[in-house]
Protein backbone atom coordinates (compact mmCIF):
# COMPACT_ATOMS: atom_id res chain seq x y z
CA UNK A 1 0.00 0.00 0.00
CA UNK A 2 0.94 3.59 -0.37
CA UNK A 3 1.31 5.90 1.96
CA UNK A 4 -0.81 8.94 1.04
CA UNK A 5 1.51 11.86 1.72
CA UNK A 6 4.04 11.85 -0.83
CA UNK A 7 7.20 11.43 0.26
CA UNK A 8 6.51 8.27 1.65
CA UNK A 9 5.62 5.56 -0.14
CA UNK A 10 5.45 1.48 1.42
CA UNK A 11 4.79 -1.83 0.40
CA UNK A 12 4.02 -4.50 3.15
CA UNK A 13 3.94 -7.92 2.71
CA UNK A 14 3.04 -10.85 5.06
CA UNK A 15 5.72 -13.53 6.30
CA UNK A 16 4.10 -15.02 8.35
CA UNK A 17 1.50 -14.54 11.67
CA UNK A 18 4.31 -12.27 13.48
CA UNK A 19 6.24 -10.94 10.57
CA UNK A 20 6.12 -8.50 8.19
CA UNK A 21 8.38 -7.04 5.33
CA UNK A 22 8.31 -3.68 4.70
CA UNK A 23 9.56 -1.97 1.25
CA UNK A 24 9.93 1.54 2.41
CA UNK A 25 10.76 4.96 -0.32
CA UNK A 26 11.58 8.02 0.79
CA UNK A 27 11.13 10.58 -1.62
CA UNK A 28 13.84 12.29 -3.21
CA UNK A 29 12.54 15.89 -2.45
CA UNK A 30 12.68 14.68 1.41
CA UNK A 31 15.96 13.22 0.74
CA UNK A 32 17.21 15.98 -0.65
CA UNK A 33 15.88 18.89 2.07
CA UNK A 34 17.45 16.74 4.69
CA UNK A 35 20.51 16.39 3.26
CA UNK A 36 20.50 19.88 2.85
CA UNK A 37 20.46 20.46 6.27
CA UNK A 38 23.13 17.51 7.18
CA UNK A 39 25.45 19.78 4.55
CA UNK A 40 24.82 23.29 6.11
CA UNK A 41 25.68 21.32 9.80
CA UNK A 42 28.84 19.82 8.04
CA UNK A 43 29.45 22.89 6.41
CA UNK A 44 29.32 24.94 9.65
CA UNK A 45 31.84 22.78 11.90
CA UNK A 46 34.16 21.92 8.64
CA UNK A 47 37.69 22.52 9.47
CA UNK A 48 39.51 22.56 5.67
CA UNK A 49 43.03 23.94 4.68
CA UNK A 50 43.17 27.55 3.47
CA UNK A 51 39.73 28.09 4.47
CA UNK A 52 38.83 28.97 8.20
CA UNK A 53 36.37 26.88 10.07
CA UNK A 54 33.25 27.22 8.88
CA UNK A 55 33.47 29.09 6.13
CA UNK A 56 34.61 26.61 3.30
CA UNK A 57 32.05 26.87 0.35
CA UNK A 58 29.42 24.15 0.15
CA UNK A 59 30.76 22.42 -2.97
CA UNK A 60 34.26 22.19 -1.30
CA UNK A 61 32.63 20.61 1.64
CA UNK A 62 30.21 17.80 -0.45
CA UNK A 63 33.49 17.18 -2.36
CA UNK A 64 35.01 16.27 1.15
CA UNK A 65 32.27 14.71 3.14
CA UNK A 66 29.95 13.76 0.71
CA UNK A 67 29.64 9.98 1.96
CA UNK A 68 29.83 11.07 5.44
CA UNK A 69 26.77 13.37 4.52
CA UNK A 70 24.75 10.70 3.07
CA UNK A 71 25.06 8.17 5.97
CA UNK A 72 23.76 10.89 8.12
CA UNK A 73 20.82 11.16 6.21
CA UNK A 74 20.32 7.62 6.16
CA UNK A 75 20.70 7.42 9.49
CA UNK A 76 18.36 10.10 10.54
CA UNK A 77 15.32 9.61 7.74
CA UNK A 78 15.11 5.62 8.11
CA UNK A 79 14.14 5.51 11.78
CA UNK A 80 11.97 8.37 11.19
CA UNK A 81 10.13 6.70 7.99
CA UNK A 82 9.92 3.57 9.78
CA UNK A 83 8.45 4.68 12.58
CA UNK A 84 5.71 6.84 10.68
CA UNK A 85 5.21 3.94 8.43
CA UNK A 86 4.28 1.64 11.85
CA UNK A 87 2.32 3.95 13.25
CA UNK A 88 0.13 4.78 9.86
CA UNK A 89 -0.36 1.01 9.58
CA UNK A 90 -1.11 0.11 12.78
CA UNK A 91 1.78 -2.28 13.23
CA UNK A 92 2.84 -3.37 16.74
CA UNK A 93 6.33 -3.76 16.70
CA UNK A 94 8.34 -6.02 18.75
CA UNK A 95 12.23 -5.62 18.85
CA UNK A 96 14.25 -4.23 17.01
CA UNK A 97 13.93 -4.26 13.37
CA UNK A 98 16.05 -6.04 11.04
CA UNK A 99 16.72 -3.40 8.23
CA UNK A 100 19.00 -4.10 4.76
CA UNK A 101 19.71 -3.19 1.04
CA UNK A 102 19.65 0.37 1.68
CA UNK A 103 19.81 2.13 -1.44
CA UNK A 104 20.55 5.92 -1.28
CA UNK A 105 22.90 8.66 -3.28
CA UNK A 106 22.44 12.40 -3.14
CA UNK A 107 19.75 13.75 -5.85
CA UNK A 108 17.91 10.34 -5.58
CA UNK A 109 15.61 8.70 -3.06
CA UNK A 110 16.24 6.52 -0.21
CA UNK A 111 15.36 2.87 -0.71
CA UNK A 112 15.13 -0.09 2.02
CA UNK A 113 13.78 -3.33 3.08
CA UNK A 114 12.53 -3.68 6.85
CA UNK A 115 12.08 -6.69 8.23
CA UNK A 116 9.30 -6.45 11.47
CA UNK A 117 8.36 -9.04 14.14
CA UNK A 118 4.98 -8.03 15.44
CA UNK A 119 2.72 -8.64 18.02
CA UNK A 120 0.10 -11.40 17.24
CA UNK A 121 -3.27 -11.18 15.95
CA UNK A 122 -5.52 -14.09 16.98
CA UNK A 123 -8.86 -15.23 18.21
CA UNK A 124 -10.17 -15.70 21.61
CA UNK A 125 -12.16 -18.60 21.97
CA UNK A 126 -15.34 -18.54 24.49
CA UNK A 127 -13.93 -17.55 28.21
CA UNK A 128 -16.91 -17.57 30.13
CA UNK A 129 -18.89 -20.33 32.14
CA UNK A 130 -14.87 -22.26 32.09
CA UNK A 131 -15.43 -25.33 34.45
CA UNK A 132 -12.80 -24.59 37.21
CA UNK A 133 -12.21 -26.68 40.33
CA UNK A 134 -14.03 -25.88 43.24
CA UNK A 135 -10.99 -25.66 46.30
CA UNK A 136 -11.66 -26.15 49.84
CA UNK A 137 -10.81 -22.52 51.28
CA UNK A 138 -11.77 -24.20 55.29
CA UNK A 139 -9.46 -23.93 57.86
CA UNK A 140 -9.36 -26.67 60.36
CA UNK A 141 -8.30 -26.71 64.32
CA UNK A 142 -5.70 -29.33 62.94
CA UNK A 143 -4.72 -26.42 60.89
CA UNK A 144 -4.55 -23.75 63.85
CA UNK A 145 -2.67 -26.13 65.97
CA UNK A 146 -0.45 -26.91 63.07
CA UNK A 147 0.71 -23.25 62.66
CA UNK A 148 0.85 -22.36 66.34
CA UNK A 149 3.04 -25.37 67.12
CA UNK A 150 5.28 -23.57 64.45
CA UNK A 151 5.16 -20.68 65.76
CA UNK A 152 6.09 -22.39 69.25
CA UNK A 153 9.77 -24.10 67.36
CA UNK A 154 10.58 -20.24 66.29
CA UNK A 155 10.17 -19.53 69.79
CA UNK A 156 12.57 -21.73 71.34
CA UNK A 157 15.97 -21.34 73.04
CA UNK A 158 19.44 -23.10 72.85
CA UNK A 159 19.96 -23.73 76.42
CA UNK A 160 23.82 -25.13 77.15
CA UNK A 161 24.17 -28.79 78.26
CA UNK A 162 26.67 -29.10 80.89
CA UNK A 163 25.35 -32.58 82.46
CA UNK A 164 25.00 -34.96 80.13
CA UNK A 165 26.09 -36.38 76.76
CA UNK A 166 24.49 -35.93 72.89
CA UNK A 167 20.96 -36.55 72.41
CA UNK A 168 19.28 -36.45 69.39
CA UNK A 169 17.55 -32.93 68.41
CA UNK A 170 20.44 -30.60 70.76
CA UNK A 171 22.64 -28.41 68.55
CA UNK A 172 26.44 -29.31 67.89
CA UNK A 173 29.35 -27.27 67.12
CA UNK A 174 32.23 -29.67 66.66
CA UNK A 175 35.82 -29.34 65.16
CA UNK A 176 36.77 -31.83 62.67
CA UNK A 177 39.62 -32.53 60.61
CA UNK A 178 40.50 -35.86 58.53
CA UNK A 179 43.62 -37.65 57.01
CA UNK A 180 43.89 -40.09 54.02
CA UNK A 181 44.89 -43.45 55.18
CA UNK A 182 46.37 -44.36 52.17
CA UNK A 183 48.12 -40.50 51.20
CA UNK A 184 48.75 -40.02 54.54
CA UNK A 185 47.62 -36.36 53.75
CA UNK A 186 45.71 -34.16 56.11
CA UNK A 187 42.68 -32.53 55.51
CA UNK A 188 41.98 -28.37 56.17
CA UNK A 189 40.27 -28.47 60.00
CA UNK A 190 36.41 -27.82 59.80
CA UNK A 191 34.62 -26.44 62.11
CA UNK A 192 30.66 -26.93 61.64
CA UNK A 193 27.74 -26.39 63.50
CA UNK A 194 24.99 -30.01 63.30
CA UNK A 195 21.57 -31.04 64.80
CA UNK A 196 22.30 -34.39 66.45
CA UNK A 197 19.90 -37.43 64.86
CA UNK A 198 19.41 -35.30 61.54
CA UNK A 199 19.06 -37.03 58.60
CA UNK A 200 21.48 -34.77 56.62
CA UNK A 201 24.59 -35.63 58.89
CA UNK A 202 27.18 -36.84 57.23
CA UNK A 203 26.87 -40.25 58.09
CA UNK A 204 30.46 -40.79 59.31
CA UNK A 205 30.40 -37.81 62.10
CA UNK A 206 26.17 -38.74 63.01
CA UNK A 207 27.54 -42.37 64.30
CA UNK A 208 30.56 -40.90 67.23
CA UNK A 209 27.69 -37.82 68.15
CA UNK A 210 25.69 -39.90 70.92
CA UNK A 211 27.16 -39.10 74.05
CA UNK A 212 29.29 -37.03 73.88
CA UNK A 213 30.46 -33.89 75.88
CA UNK A 214 31.27 -30.60 75.73
CA UNK A 215 35.33 -30.84 75.45
CA UNK A 216 35.47 -34.37 74.73
CA UNK A 217 37.20 -35.67 71.88
CA UNK A 218 37.39 -38.66 69.66
CA UNK A 219 39.16 -40.68 66.95
CA UNK A 220 37.68 -43.23 64.41
CA UNK A 221 37.89 -44.15 61.01
CA UNK A 222 35.09 -44.35 58.11
CA UNK A 223 35.15 -45.95 54.32
CA UNK A 224 33.27 -43.66 52.23
CA UNK A 225 32.17 -46.08 49.21
CA UNK A 226 33.37 -45.04 45.74
CA UNK A 227 30.01 -43.70 44.35
CA UNK A 228 29.76 -40.83 47.20
CA UNK A 229 28.78 -37.83 45.58
CA UNK A 230 31.76 -35.81 47.46
CA UNK A 231 34.53 -37.04 44.97
CA UNK A 232 37.21 -35.75 47.48
CA UNK A 233 36.02 -38.53 49.66
CA UNK A 234 35.10 -40.70 47.18
CA UNK A 235 36.60 -44.58 47.61
CA UNK A 236 38.99 -42.87 50.22
CA UNK A 237 38.92 -44.64 53.98
CA UNK A 238 39.58 -41.32 56.44
CA UNK A 239 40.88 -41.35 59.57
CA UNK A 240 39.04 -38.52 61.47
CA UNK A 241 39.77 -36.13 64.75
CA UNK A 242 36.40 -34.86 66.25
CA UNK A 243 36.52 -32.70 69.14
CA UNK A 244 33.12 -31.09 70.75
CA UNK A 245 33.22 -27.61 71.35
CA UNK A 246 29.60 -26.81 72.38
CA UNK A 247 26.10 -28.89 72.73
CA UNK A 248 23.07 -27.24 73.23
CA UNK A 249 19.76 -28.30 73.60
CA UNK A 250 16.25 -27.00 72.37
CA UNK A 251 13.82 -25.48 75.21
CA UNK A 252 10.63 -25.08 73.67
CA UNK A 253 7.94 -22.87 75.35
CA UNK A 254 4.09 -24.26 76.43
CA UNK A 255 1.72 -23.43 74.58
CA UNK A 256 -0.29 -20.92 76.77
CA UNK A 257 -1.03 -17.62 77.46
CA UNK A 258 2.29 -16.70 78.44
CA UNK A 259 3.11 -17.35 74.58
CA UNK A 260 0.28 -15.65 73.21
CA UNK A 261 1.60 -12.65 75.23
CA UNK A 262 5.28 -13.24 73.75
CA UNK A 263 3.80 -13.02 70.38
CA UNK A 264 2.36 -9.63 71.60
CA UNK A 265 -1.39 -11.16 71.78
CA UNK A 266 -3.80 -11.00 75.23
CA UNK A 267 -4.42 -14.71 75.29
CA UNK A 268 -3.95 -17.76 73.74
CA UNK A 269 -7.84 -17.63 72.45
CA UNK A 270 -7.07 -14.42 70.61
CA UNK A 271 -3.55 -15.50 69.15
CA UNK A 272 -6.11 -18.80 68.02
CA UNK A 273 -8.04 -16.59 66.59
CA UNK A 274 -5.45 -14.56 64.99
CA UNK A 275 -3.81 -17.43 63.20
CA UNK A 276 -7.24 -18.52 62.21
CA UNK A 277 -8.30 -15.11 60.17
CA UNK A 278 -4.69 -14.97 58.18
CA UNK A 279 -5.23 -18.94 57.62
CA UNK A 280 -7.88 -18.40 56.05
CA UNK A 281 -7.36 -15.02 54.32
CA UNK A 282 -4.09 -17.30 52.86
CA UNK A 283 -6.35 -20.45 51.99
CA UNK A 284 -8.77 -17.53 50.12
CA UNK A 285 -5.45 -15.92 48.26
CA UNK A 286 -3.86 -19.56 47.44
CA UNK A 287 -7.64 -20.26 45.93
CA UNK A 288 -7.63 -17.59 43.76
CA UNK A 289 -3.97 -17.87 42.71
CA UNK A 290 -4.79 -21.37 41.69
CA UNK A 291 -8.05 -20.57 39.90
CA UNK A 292 -6.39 -17.82 38.28
CA UNK A 293 -3.72 -19.86 36.87
CA UNK A 294 -6.48 -22.59 35.89
CA UNK A 295 -8.76 -20.26 33.92
CA UNK A 296 -5.84 -18.19 32.06
CA UNK A 297 -4.76 -21.81 31.03
CA UNK A 298 -7.53 -23.02 29.69
CA UNK A 299 -8.25 -20.04 27.34
CA UNK A 300 -4.73 -20.42 26.44
CA UNK A 301 -4.84 -24.23 25.76
CA UNK A 302 -8.06 -23.46 23.16
CA UNK A 303 -6.32 -20.79 21.63
CA UNK A 304 -3.13 -20.65 18.84
CA UNK A 305 -0.89 -17.62 20.08
CA UNK A 306 2.00 -17.70 17.66
CA UNK A 307 4.90 -15.81 19.53
CA UNK A 308 7.43 -13.91 17.90
CA UNK A 309 11.21 -14.77 18.24
CA UNK A 310 12.55 -11.74 19.77
CA UNK A 311 9.63 -11.41 22.71
CA UNK A 312 10.55 -15.25 23.07
CA UNK A 313 14.27 -14.24 23.63
CA UNK A 314 13.86 -11.07 25.58
CA UNK A 315 11.51 -12.83 28.51
CA UNK A 316 13.51 -15.73 28.22
CA UNK A 317 16.74 -13.57 29.23
CA UNK A 318 14.38 -12.02 32.23
CA UNK A 319 13.22 -15.63 33.43
CA UNK A 320 17.13 -16.54 33.61
CA UNK A 321 17.76 -13.53 35.36
CA UNK A 322 15.44 -14.26 38.34
CA UNK A 323 16.46 -17.80 38.57
CA UNK A 324 20.47 -17.18 38.54
CA UNK A 325 19.92 -16.05 42.00
CA UNK A 326 18.30 -19.13 42.84
CA UNK A 327 21.40 -21.51 41.23
CA UNK A 328 24.95 -22.65 42.39
CA UNK A 329 27.88 -20.59 40.63
CA UNK A 330 29.81 -23.12 39.09
CA UNK A 331 29.52 -26.93 38.39
CA UNK A 332 26.50 -27.00 36.37
CA UNK A 333 27.06 -30.00 33.88
CA UNK A 334 26.31 -28.92 29.98
CA UNK A 335 22.71 -31.15 30.26
CA UNK A 336 22.01 -29.11 33.29
CA UNK A 337 22.51 -25.94 31.78
CA UNK A 338 20.56 -26.60 28.83
CA UNK A 339 17.77 -28.07 30.68
CA UNK A 340 17.54 -25.13 32.71
CA UNK A 341 17.85 -22.60 29.46
CA UNK A 342 14.83 -25.08 28.02
CA UNK A 343 12.65 -24.64 31.09
CA UNK A 344 13.43 -20.87 31.02
CA UNK A 345 12.04 -20.58 27.90
CA UNK A 346 9.37 -22.54 28.50
CA UNK A 347 8.33 -20.62 31.27
CA UNK A 348 8.85 -16.99 28.75
CA UNK A 349 6.26 -18.29 26.38
CA UNK A 350 3.71 -19.44 29.12
CA UNK A 351 4.43 -15.93 30.50
CA UNK A 352 3.99 -13.97 27.43
CA UNK A 353 0.82 -16.15 26.35
CA UNK A 354 -0.57 -15.24 29.83
CA UNK A 355 0.11 -11.59 29.23
CA UNK A 356 -1.56 -11.14 25.48
CA UNK A 357 -4.51 -13.75 26.72
CA UNK A 358 -4.81 -11.05 29.59
CA UNK A 359 -5.20 -8.18 27.54
CA UNK A 360 -7.12 -9.24 24.64
CA UNK A 361 -9.98 -10.45 27.60
CA UNK A 362 -9.89 -7.01 28.82
CA UNK A 363 -10.01 -5.11 25.87
CA UNK A 364 -13.08 -7.06 24.26
CA UNK A 365 -14.80 -6.41 27.75
CA UNK A 366 -13.37 -3.00 27.62
CA UNK A 367 -12.00 -2.63 31.23
CA UNK A 368 -9.99 -0.07 31.76
CA UNK A 369 -7.91 1.13 34.32
CA UNK A 370 -7.69 5.26 35.76
CA UNK A 371 -5.15 7.41 37.24
CA UNK A 372 -7.87 7.41 40.19
CA UNK A 373 -7.67 3.37 40.22
CA UNK A 374 -3.78 3.73 40.73
CA UNK A 375 -3.88 6.10 42.99
CA UNK A 376 -6.54 4.13 45.02
CA UNK A 377 -4.17 1.13 44.98
CA UNK A 378 -0.99 2.96 46.12
CA UNK A 379 -3.08 4.14 49.30
CA UNK A 380 -4.00 0.63 49.88
CA UNK A 381 -0.52 -0.25 49.29
CA UNK A 382 0.92 2.36 51.59
CA UNK A 383 -1.61 1.52 54.77
CA UNK A 384 -1.15 -2.09 54.24
CA UNK A 385 2.90 -1.69 55.02
CA UNK A 386 2.13 1.07 56.84
CA UNK A 387 4.11 3.79 55.51
CA UNK A 388 3.41 7.44 54.90
CA UNK A 389 0.94 8.33 51.38
CA UNK A 390 3.39 10.70 50.59
CA UNK A 391 6.58 8.50 50.63
CA UNK A 392 4.66 6.28 48.87
CA UNK A 393 3.19 8.25 45.63
CA UNK A 394 6.84 9.51 45.47
CA UNK A 395 8.00 6.06 44.88
CA UNK A 396 5.33 5.60 42.19
CA UNK A 397 5.92 8.86 40.58
CA UNK A 398 7.63 7.86 37.67
CA UNK A 399 5.99 6.80 34.90
CA UNK A 400 6.89 3.37 34.37
CA UNK A 401 6.09 2.50 37.63
CA UNK A 402 2.32 3.73 37.45
CA UNK A 403 2.22 1.79 34.11
CA UNK A 404 3.56 -1.30 35.76
CA UNK A 405 0.85 -0.62 38.49
CA UNK A 406 -1.62 -0.23 35.92
CA UNK A 407 -0.97 -3.87 34.08
CA UNK A 408 -1.01 -5.49 37.49
CA UNK A 409 -5.12 -3.69 38.12
CA UNK A 410 -5.71 -4.53 34.68
CA UNK A 411 -4.90 -8.25 35.29
CA UNK A 412 -6.49 -8.61 38.64
CA UNK A 413 -9.58 -7.02 37.13
CA UNK A 414 -9.71 -9.46 34.20
CA UNK A 415 -9.00 -12.41 36.17
CA UNK A 416 -11.19 -11.60 38.80
CA UNK A 417 -13.81 -11.35 35.81
CA UNK A 418 -13.05 -14.79 34.65
CA UNK A 419 -13.21 -16.72 37.63
CA UNK A 420 -16.52 -14.87 38.85
CA UNK A 421 -17.98 -15.86 35.05
CA UNK A 422 -16.87 -19.40 35.81
CA UNK A 423 -18.30 -22.61 36.87
CA UNK A 424 -16.63 -24.37 39.98
CA UNK A 425 -17.66 -27.88 39.96
Not at 93 to 120: F, K, L, M, Q
Not at 321 to 337: D, M
Request: net charge negative; proline share 5%; charged share 35%.
Amino acid sequence: MADPQDDLKCTIETLGPVSRELDVEVSAAEAARVHEEMAASFASRAKLPGFRPGKAPLDVVLQKFGPDIEHEVIDQLIPESLHRVLEKNAIRAVGIPSVRDVSYRAGDPIRYTAVVETWPEFDLPPYKKLKLKKRDESVSDEDVAKTIEDLRLKHAEYLPVENRGIQAGDFVILQIQGRDLKTKRLMPVEKISVVAGHEGNDPAVEAHLSGLRTGEETVFEHAYPADDPRKKLAGKTIAFTMKILSVRETVTPAVDDELAKRMGEESLDVLRKKVRTELEALKRRDARRQSSEEAIQAVIDQASIPLPESAVEEETAVVLKNLAAQLPRRGLSREAVESIRAEARRQAEQNLKEHLVIRKIAQAEGFQVTEEDVDAEIKAIAEANNLPLARMMDTFREEDRREGLKGTLLSRRTVDFLISQSIME
